[in-house]
């Protein structure tokens, strides 16, 4: 394989495997996943499948930090932002919109900041500022209106949307827009949220994972799925067979939004149901778990399923942490599912971060 080169890789901690190959890094990964299943007492084991999504130039999204006008990523030994002006991971695209953002003399102190390319190649930013550097900003206008003429803004947690009145900017309710896809019984799915929204990295990698998560489940004859940490519902469409109904879980009400809003446009809202979060769902009649949670992984989940006397017959585990996912293996192994098939989507190069994929069953 070709030699990368990036002249911050040794400072930046973005790229902590960079001078590893790529092919001792997917075998490191591979290995780091093999031991930790093994010392679960799994028995056997299916092969440790490895997709690469490439080197470099794979992500449409990334969080960047200010820092006293330094505008990149942590250093790797010190409490330092390392100022970068490029990064390889970028699509050219988001390069090109990155380099705009930078050349734009903010005031900041220190702040993070979320740039995307959406699917069509629209540009969006989300602005996460102390409400002091955000007031700054908004009564100066001159920078919010050079951002604002590159791409749309968000700012804030709550997500609010830039506006420009003929006196000033003001900030306005969250806005929903098309800023990634998904697949339905192989038709693409516009999905709707926000610039601050989770979403995959980049637009091969997601495309990598819905179509495992449909194969997955393309035979399975689910008639009722519960899927925990729907999201925007990246994985609830791909995982919809012609008929099946989908109870969903999911605390962040924007993503929530977005996901009906797509079901909407594609006539499928009648098959989908928002569960609250805080009951115990009727795992009884539930014939697949397909669960996407955050880094902290099941624990919110697993033990209200450890209390049914059946639990359903499939289990799709998709995790970004493979920390969280041994522990929570182990309680599915205590729940009699056994593992059936494993893969990671090496969506994180050049770090010790990887996604996996598995399909679990009821032995």
């Not at 908004?138 to 920078?143: L, R, S, T, V």
């Not at 994972?209 to 004859?221: E, F, H, P, Q, S």
């Not at 397909?290 to 099941?298: E, I, M, T, V």
């Not at 942490?321 to 182990?330: I, R």
Request: with cysteine.
């Amino acid at each position: 394989m070709e030699s990368l080169t990036c002249p911050h890789a040794k400072l930046c901690s973005g790229c902590s495997t960079w001078d590893i190959s790529m092919e001792q890094q997917w075998a490191n990964k591979k290995q780091s996943l093999q031991n930790g299943l093994e010392n679960l007492g799994l028995k056997n084991l299916p092969e440790i499948q490895i997709q690469s999504i490439g080197p470099t130039h794979l992500r449409e999204r990334m969080d960047f930090v200010i820092e006293d006008g330094r505008i990149g990523l942590y250093a790797k030994q010190i409490e330092m932002i390392v100022d970068l002006p490029s990064c390889p991971l970028l699509t050219p695209a988001l390069q090109n919109y990155y380099e705009e953002f930078r050349r734009i003399p903010w005031p900041i102190h220190k702040g993070s900041f979320r740039l995307r390319v959406g699917p069509s190649g629209e540009k969006g930013a989300w602005l996460d500022f102390s409400h002091v550097d955000t007031k700054i900003l908004m009564d100066e206008q001159k920078m919010l209106l050079q951002l604002s003429s590159l791409g749309f803004v968000e700012i804030g947690q709550r997500r609010k949307v830039l506006e420009k009145t003929p006196e000033k900017f003001s900030l306005r309710e969250p806005v929903l827009r098309c800023w990634s896809k998904t697949t339905y019984l192989g038709q693409t799915l516009s999905l709707f949220g926000t610039v601050g929204s989770f979403s995959q990295t980049g637009a091969l990698a997601n495309q990598v994972i819905v179509d495992g998560v449909a194969r997955l489940t393309k035979n399975m004859g689910h008639r009722l799925s519960l899927e925990y940490g729907a999201g925007n519902g990246n994985l609830t469409f791909p995982s919809m067979n012609e008929s099946n109904r989908v109870q969903v879980i999911e605390t962040d009400l924007l993503a929530l939004q977005g996901l009906r809003k797509t079901a909407e446009e594609f006539s499928l809202g009648h098959r989908i149901e928002i569960l609250n979060p805080k009951e115990t769902p009727d795992f009884s009649k539930v014939d697949l778990i397909l669960a996407n949670p955050p880094r902290s992984g099941l624990s919110h989940f697993l033990p209200k399923l450890i209390e049914t006397k059946k639990p359903p017959k499939n289990f799709i585990y998709m995790s970004c942490f493979p920390e969280s996912f041994l522990n929570d293996a182990k309680v599915l192994k205590d729940l009699n599912y056994r593992l059936q098939e494993i893969e990671i989507i090496d969506q994180f190069p050049h770090t010790h971060h990887y996604e996996i994929l598995s399909r679990w069953d009821q032995s």
